[in-house]
């Protein structure tokens, strides 16, 4: 199984500050013949599902804001969250899709400072 | 707009089995040919994947539940439906259903999943 994981568990950030999440996966996702790393992000508010934010490690859903962007490759990778806003508290997730069994960070918690 | 529910008995016995169905409106679930997922949550901790189906009938299921899950669906109903045998209180979770959220050319077999059902609590106790 790859397993990823999620750097810090917590962090508190104050609004309008950068908020900065790792996920390093225990194996490469990157598939080099497409150049594609396996990677998906997710923000997850109290009692509600994960929403997804980012795929491709790097390419935005459509409707999330600017300011959420995923970044890295191979083994490595970046959550950032540009200018915290109050409505960004949530725990963040991030994905493997490069082989099955499908895994899961254990998720990283913001919180406003 | 493409909308998910999941439903089922909120409260299993030990040893029994957990039966829960996804309801899915906005798309046809057995001709989209998108994927179809159950992820689970224990209350407090992550996400853990439970198994895939795909349009053409067949299944992938997590190895460390694989004798346990049965994933099925039906077209008629627009459904998904998980049952899992032998359930313990490691069972207790709130089990997400979810579509394969890659659209157009480059998916892989596997891929993100959006979007997700709300999700059902299912606690399992005597």
């Known amino acids: 199984d790859i397993v990823m994981t999620q750097s810090p568990d917590s962090l508190a950030v104050s609004l309008g500050e950068r908020a900065t999440i790792n996920c390093k996966s225990s194996?490469?996702?990157?598939?080099?013949?497409?150049?594609?790393?396996?990677l998906a992000w997710y923000q997850q508010k109290p009692r509600q599902p994960p929403k997804l934010l980012i795929y491709?490690?790097?390419t935005r859903e459509a409707g999330v804001p600017e300011r959420f962007s995923g970044s890295g490759s191979g083994t490595d990778f970046t959550l950032t969250i540009n200018s915290l806003q109050a409505e960004d508290v949530a725990v963040y997730y991030c994905q493997q899709y490069y082989n099955t069994p499908l895994t899961f960070g254990g998720g990283t918690k913001v919180e406003i400072k | 707009q493409l909308q998910l529910q999941e439903s089922g008995p909120g409260l299993v016995e030990p040893s029994e089995t957990l039966s829960l169905t996804c309801t899915v409106s906005?798309?046809?679930?057995?001709?989209?040919?998108?994927?179809w997922g159950w992820i689970r949550q224990p209350p407090g901790k992550g996400l853990e994947w439970i198994g895939t189906m795909f349009y053409s009938g067949s299944t992938h299921y997590n190895p460390s539940l694989k004798s346990r899950v049965t994933i099925s669906m039906d077209t008629s109903k627009n459904q998904l439906s998980l049952n899992l045998t032998s359930v313990t209180v490691a069972d207790t979770a709130v089990y997400f259903c979810a579509r394969d959220g890659c659209d157009g050319s480059g998916c892989s077999q596997y891929n993100w999943f959006d979007p997700w059902g709300p999700g059902a609590l299912v606690t399992v106790s005597s």
């Open positions: 194996q490469s996702v990157l598939y080099t013949s497409s150049s594609k790393n396996y």
């Open positions: 491709w490690a790097s």
């Open positions: 906005g798309d046809s679930i057995g001709s989209s040919g998108h994927p």
